[in-house]
């Protein structure tokens, strides 16, 4: 896989079915994701590329990308399969991720973080809906569209789930719930909810509520549960992350409650 992430890394351009592939533009979780144009419609698309020896490396992916239909999660436009490349052929977000727009202009006031949140809170929320749970929410993996809009991407970790926990860990270690660390099984949609919490606390304070020199000291201070709110956040937006970032799973809110708390809905129409 690195040799052929190596190959295309530089700025070469090829065809491929009716695109023509352009620059790169990132890296997911199991591939690279570069600009593409549709031929025909000189349409701009993304496009992830995988290198896999077994489709089932990436089948996961694409069905929850074809079974999602949702305003703030990218568009999966077309699959072509090659010999040992999978292409994906997603809606493009030119505004780049969350985590570049909090690096660029800083964290973000409750009164503007409010509207994209909700925008997380709506196509996480509905993934689960749609019984997958994405298992690597990070601002790395939300992009922004020309309006700033919220794209969910990046379901190289997603799974479908039922009544039964999962056991596989994974996700990216800051944002990792933690009973990902205690290798306890777990659901699926409570890890979702923590790592949607440490979203927002980057989003208004611009850095991580637990922070670890190595991962054993990350792990351990995320056992802990114990993070500093700043002062300078409102007591409703203290409630609502405590309730998010709570070391036990059983005692973090759904989605669908969360979508119905104070803070979130403050200034909005359904408030």
């Known amino acids: 896989m690195a040799d052929f992430f190596e190959d295309t890394s ?5 065809h491929i079915g009716s695109y023509r592939i352009l620059n790169g533009i990132g890296k997911g979780s199991f591939g690279e994701v570069r600009l593409a144009r549709h031929i025909m419609t ?37 699959v072509i399969n090659t010999h040992q490349q999978v292409y994906m052929f997603m809606e493009y977000a ?44 990070k601002p790395e993996n939300i992009l922004l569209d020309m309006g ?27 944002y990792m719930a933690p009973e990902l660390f205690r290798l306890e099984p777990y ?24 922070v670890g020199k190595n991962l054993e000291e990350l792990t ?9 709110i700043p002062y300078s956040l409102s007591v409703p937006c203290h409630k609502l992350l405590q309730k998010m970032i709570n070391i036990d799973a059983g005692r973090r809110p759904t989605l669908g409650i969360i979508m ?8 909005s129409q359904r408030s």
């Open 42 to 78: 000189s349409t701009e698309v993304a496009v992830k590329i995988v290198n896999y020896e077994d489709y089932a490396d990436v089948a996961e992916e694409i069905y929850s990308l074809q079974e999602l239909n949702h305003p703030n999660i990218t568009t999966l436009f077309e």
């Open 148 to 174: 700033l809009n919220i794209k969910l991407a990046d379901f190289g970790l997603s799974e479908v789930f039922m009544e039964e926990k999962l056991t596989t860990v994974c996700g990216t270690n800051p």
């Open 220 to 228: 351990e201070y995320i056992l802990s549960g114990v993070f500093f």
């Open 94 to 137: 030119p505004e780049g991720t969350l985590h570049e727009y909090i690096r660029k202009c800083g964290p973000f006031s409750e009164k503007k973080a409010r509207a994209p949140f909700r925008q997380i809170l709506s196509a996480v929320h509905y993934c689960h809906q749609k019984n997958i749970v994405h298992r690597d929410i």
């Open 260 to 267: 119905q708390d104070r803070w979130v809905n403050t200034g």
């Open 10 to 14: 530089a700025n070469v351009e090829w």
């Open 187 to 210: 659901e699926g949609p409570k890890v979702d909810v923590w790592s949607v919490g440490i979203v927002l606390y980057k989003m208004l304070t611009g850095v991580l509520p637990f």
